[in-house]
């Protein structure tokens, strides 16, 4: 049974701190070399936002959340899923199409629609995994393509099943009914907007990702198969399968990344659903250490840097794009930061170790007839 460590606690959370104090220091460095305000622009991210701001802060967490366990768990087992934001477009474009025709009544709708984008997100993952298997392609190089692919077959759908808006250049799929919009909780006091009501999808995400991965033997299978897949071959994991099932698990989850924008906010998927989801999950996902709270703390923060990016032209005139510079700053630091970290739990353990051999040694007797 595995016994808390205070040292296992402070190096875990070193890391992605040594991340944020980097990114602050490297961002201030640049502002001050273009001669824009440091203090103020400070001032305005690092400012408490407005109730309306706390939902919307929640709410891009939420997604956030989403498309970073589905990279988590293919990180889990070393396996890199770049695909994550074309299996989420395919998916919900399918889902969107799915849910436009009213086929069910409202809350069975939103359920079957769910279980349409998830199975999406894990055929089109299941391509990638296909070639890794039988024509050992490397999944980072088969993923990154079916994006682009995903991006034109999903454009070329859209423009046959799409309904154009009067009065707009926007073209989008049939809106779902009214009965099957979902309306948000309102969870926090003061905002006039409400957060999705699929953030309690996400929470049931985390949980079940959680209890896989740590309570059972598929997640035992996975994780072993990441840290070595020679120990995995000899102790009879069937390494193509799990390969199959985690890349396919991992684009069903991908599938569940538009739900929450698709009910609780645009209704109908077109060419202004957001984008890049999948790519900002791979960063969230580093950042929090592909731990379902480390994701929840990393999502949350990259939602904040989002949102408080708006006012920066207003407030310090400068352009609300020098939060990219921090992300940025953040998902290259935290990969050095993680390295030098582990280097430094291994040189620890090491010295405890031989300490331990030594204490042990002098402890010995002394074997008779030996000179004291």
């Given amino acids: 049974m595995s016994t808390f460590s205070p040292r296992k606690l402070l190096l875990a959370v070193a890391a992605p701190v040594l991340a944020l104090v980097v990114a602050f220091l490297v961002t201030s460095a640049i502002l001050l070399l273009l001669g824009d305000p440091v203090v103020e622009v400070w001032q305005t991210i690092l400012s408490w936002p407005k109730p309306r701001q706390l939902v919307q802060i929640v709410n891009g967490a939420t997604v956030y959340y989403l498309s970073a366990v589905a990279v988590a768990v293919g990180f889990r087992m070393n396996l890199f899923n770049i695909g994550v934001d074309g299996q989420y477009r395919v998916a919900v474009f399918a889902g969107a199409a799915f849910a436009g025709q009213a086929w069910f009544p409202g809350p069975l709708n939103v359920l079957l629609t769910i279980v349409v984008a998830m199975v999406a997100g894990g055929l089109w993952a299941s391509i990638a995994a296909y070639l890794k ?6 999944e980072v190089i088969s993923t990154i393509m079916l994006n682009a692919i995903a991006t034109g077959v999903v454009q070329w759908l859209l423009l046959k099943v799409a309904v154009k808006q009067q009065g707009s250049n926007t073209i989008s799929t049939k809106p779902i009914p009214e009965s099957s919009q979902l309306s948000g909780l309102g969870l926090i006091p003061g905002a006039t907007n409400k957060v999705y009501t699929l953030i309690l999808l ?4 985390g949980v079940l990702y959680w209890f896989v991965i740590n309570k059972t033997r598929f997640g035992f299978d996975l994780r072993a198969t990441g840290r070595s897949e020679s120990a995995a071959v000899a102790s009879g994991v069937k390494v193509p399968r799990m390969v199959v099932t985690t890349m396919i698990a991992s684009g069903a989850l991908a599938g569940l990344i538009g739900m929450p924008l698709l009910f609780g906010q645009d209704h109908s998927y077109g060419t202004t659903f957001q984008a890049g989801l999948g790519f900002a999950g791979i960063g969230i996902a580093l950042l929090g250490r592909n731990h379902p ?3 929840a703390a990393a999502a949350l923060l990259w ?11 207003i407030r310090a005139g400068v352009a609300s794009e020098v939060v990219f510079i921090i992300q940025g700053v953040i998902l290259f630091a935290v ?3 993680y390295e030098l970290i582990r280097r ?3 040189r620890l353990e090491q010295q405890r170790v031989a300490r331990e ?4 040694r002098s402890d010995a007797p002394t074997p008779e007839g030996a000179t004291a």
């Fill in 133 to 138: 298997i039988r024509r050992g392609i490397s």
């Fill in 202 to 205: 996400a929470v049931l995400v």
């Fill in 293 to 295: 709270l480390g994701i």
């Fill in 303 to 313: 939602s904040f840097l989002d949102v408080q990016s708006n006012a920066l032209q």
């Fill in 335 to 337: 990969v050095i930061a």
């Fill in 344 to 346: 430094a739990d291994v």
């Fill in 357 to 360: 051999l030594s204490a042990t």
